[in-house]
């Protein structure tokens, strides 16, 4: 904190999460457990940091799919996800003065931009009012090849997303993917994140966060620095933006050698696994 103090940094903090993916959907009875677990965390970070004025919300970890609360059961609605889950976490974590961002996936392959629109106005409609919705691109992601999204189509998807935002007041922003779709979790190349980036504002986010799964010593962040990404739509005040800081650029930097860290403070040795979060 007092080093995201001193660089003019705000943290975001994560709430609860017990490991699981929502493959299958929860029920009523397991979300009221989630919610209540949320709460109690939501209760004990404020109570630490309720007064450091750098954090500037908390983030909700479950990747929220249309596709597992849309006919896979019954019971599996967009409105018995928001009234048991969504609503009260979000609205806890708002009435403390902290914003509340939320990331979702979603996958082409089982999706129209039409059906994921309606899916996020369902939740809005039902009470799920989130400062920010982060949407992930999935360009780095396959299920056996099939790839999650494309360059070609995702910008489809994102728009769709954002107008349902727009349309209840929520701010819109993108979750970009750095790494390869193969297994290697490498970083991509330059060129696919550039156009990502041009994408993703085109769409019309205002912000674009992005993380990177890469093993740290091999293509992790210390290939990053040595790129020259640009975004045709956000060029110039990605430019005024640097400009106006008095932290030296990448390129300034490479005479101190990079450290890397684990979420747990401890230092990060090349070959471990740690996840990386940019901000363009």
């Not at 080093?3 to 009875?29: D, F, I, M, S, V």
């Amino acid at each position: 904190m007092e080093a995201a103090n001193t660089a003019g940094t705000k943290l975001w903090l994560g709430l609860y999460y017990n490991g699981e993916n929502w493959y299958t959907p929860p029920n009523a009875e397991q979300l009221d457990t989630l919610t209540s677990r949320n709460l109690k965390v939501l209760e004990e970070i404020h109570s630490l940091y309720g007064s450091e004025s750098v954090i500037e919300g908390v983030y909700i970890p479950q990747e929220i799919a249309r596709y597992y609360w849309d006919g896979l059961r019954n019971d599996a609605t967009p409105e018995m996800l928001t009234e048991h889950f969504l609503k009260l976490v979000t609205e806890a974590a708002q009435a403390k003065g902290w914003k509340v961002m939320a990331a979702p996936f979603y996958n082409q392959n089982l999706e129209t931009p039409e059906k994921l629109q309606s899916f996020f106005e369902k939740l809005f409609a039902a009470g799920f009012k989130p400062d920010i919705i982060a949407m992930q691109d999935g360009i780095g992601a396959n299920d056996a090849g099939k790839l999650h999204a494309e360059i070609a189509t995702v910008g489809n998807y994102e728009r769709a997303v954002a107008q349902a935002c727009k349309k209840y007041g929520i701010e819109f922003w993108v979750d970009m993917e750095l790494f390869r779709t193969d297994d290697s979790h490498a970083l991509a190349d330059s060129a696919r994140i550039s156009a990502q980036l041009d994408t993703a504002y085109a769409a019309g986010a205002a912000k674009v966060i992005a993380y990177d799964l890469a093993v740290l010593g091999n293509a992790g962040l210390d290939s990053l620095e040595k790129w020259n990404l640009s975004s045709e739509s956000n060029a110039s005040s990605i430019i005024k933006r640097r400009n106006a800081k008095t932290s030296p650029r990448p390129s300034d930097r490479k005479q101190a050698p990079l450290k890397y860290y684990k979420p747990d403070g401890a230092r990060a040795q090349p070959g471990q696994r740690v996840k990386k979060f940019f901000l363009f």
